[in-house]
């Protein structure tokens, strides 16, 4: 997110002279007719930019701040994925734009896997147990195989916050946060740089949210509502599972299962790095989770990480697409998803199903309650 920010910035001493309206985000439409497209911005919104032959329009290569190296195009070569930054005035809805910054689809998708590499090399993962606001500060839960450990994660005025959105995990829908908002039962993940003794962590960037994530038994599926009504196994309550557009929707193959089933005995398997991944929390306790999204491990000290992690989220999206009406009354599954103010309407993130032998494996709380300590959905990893 920081080298786009360096292009905000760098638009904003080029446009000085310009209107004040200004536009950042991704191109999702071109209208090359009608010489505009659409841009869905930083905030989420949707707004219409127009061009006009005398429009300033630069493409800026990754990493280069000085714009004499920036090259001149036309405004239709603009296309759709493109990240842009555009000055102008509005008019009618439409900002008629005076200076447009281009980063082209292809130079931001070699940008994205460049810091997705970043942060499963250095970034690191954890369930928050205390907030200290004057400290700037913030402690979080690691799972390592020497068991779990706390890491203090040191902040400054200038540390990047972002929250996941409602019922998303997806780092493109995070919103700008603050350390105000963290609370003890989040959970983190941040970019930084380990002290050497690996107990402390400075944070340049971090991204947080309050996940939930239950077994349960289906009582009824209703496709067209696209609902499944569902008994959560710990609390008995009765719940309705709404499934999104980007709901994913899988049924895991039972060789799947049984190595999962490993996992969580401890004996681990192929790939998975032995014990718990990092941020899982201690036995005994429900992992306020769902983390889903991530293209690799966790990483950051006292972690498995790198390409010796198992990251279940990447493995269930490889596999074939599950529809809601192949569920079945008394199928067992596993829900992830956001917390919302509604806890028996739920949007979910993840709905798995084919996870018998994961639960028959799944340490027992008083009254026979299934905990899920080690069901581990990495969060959105940072793709921007």
Not at 168 to 176: E, T
Not at 210 to 236: M, Y
Not at 307 to 335: M, N
């Amino acid at each position: 997110m920081r080298w786009f920010a360096a292009l905000v910035l760098a638009a904003a001493a080029v446009c000085a002279q310009t209107p004040a309206q200004r536009v950042s985000g991704e191109v999702t439409a071109v209208d090359a007719a009608a010489s505009k497209f659409t841009v869905k911005t930083d905030a989420g919104s949707t707004v219409e930019v127009s061009y006009q032959a005398s429009t300033r329009c630069l493409r800026v290569p990754p990493g280069v701040t000085d714009s004499h190296q920036w090259q001149k195009i036309a405004g239709g070569d603009v296309a759709a994925g493109d990240r842009i930054v555009a000055r102008g005035a509005e008019s009618g809805g439409v900002v008629e734009a005076t200076v447009i910054l281009v980063m082209a689809k292809t130079d931001v998708a070699q940008r994205r896997e460049a810091e997705r590499e970043d942060w499963q090399k250095r970034g690191i993962v954890g369930l928050v147990t205390a907030v200290d606001p004057a400290a700037k500060t913030v402690t979080v839960t690691q799972r390592s195989r020497e068991g779990s450990k706390p890491l203090l994660i040191t902040t400054t005025d200038k540390t990047l916050f972002k929250r996941y959105a409602p019922d998303s995990v997806r780092y493109a829908d995070a919103k700008a946060s603050s350390l105000a908002e963290v609370k003890a039962g989040d959970q983190l993940r941040a970019l930084g740089t380990a002290s050497e003794d690996g107990t402390k962590y400075a944070a340049g960037q971090v991204v947080f949210g309050t996940f939930d994530t239950f077994a349960a038994t289906v009582l009824r599926v209703d496709p067209a509502a696209k609902t499944v009504v569902v008994r959560n196994l710990q609390s008995k309550q009765v719940l309705t599972v709404h499934a999104a557009a980007d709901t994913l929707v899988r049924r895991l193959p039972e060789r799947m299962a049984q190595m999962l089933a490993m996992r969580m005995r401890g004996g681990g398997a192929a790939g998975s790095g032995g014990g718990a991944r990092p941020g899982a929390p201690q036995a005994g306790q429900q992992r306020a989770g769902g983390w889903a999204g991530a293209p690799g491990g966790s990483g950051g000290p006292g972690g498995a990480g790198g390409s010796g992690s198992f990251d279940l989220r990447q493995a269930l999206e490889r596999l074939p697409a599950t529809e809601l009406s192949d569920l079945k009354a008394g199928d067992a599954v596993i829900v992830s998803n956001s917390r919302g103010s509604d806890a028996s309407n739920v949007t979910a993130i993840t709905i798995v199903a084919g996870v018998e032998p994961f639960l028959a494996s799944a340490p027992r709380g008083q009254g026979g309650q299934v905990n899920l300590g080690s069901w581990s959905l990495d969060a959105g990893m940072p793709e921007e």
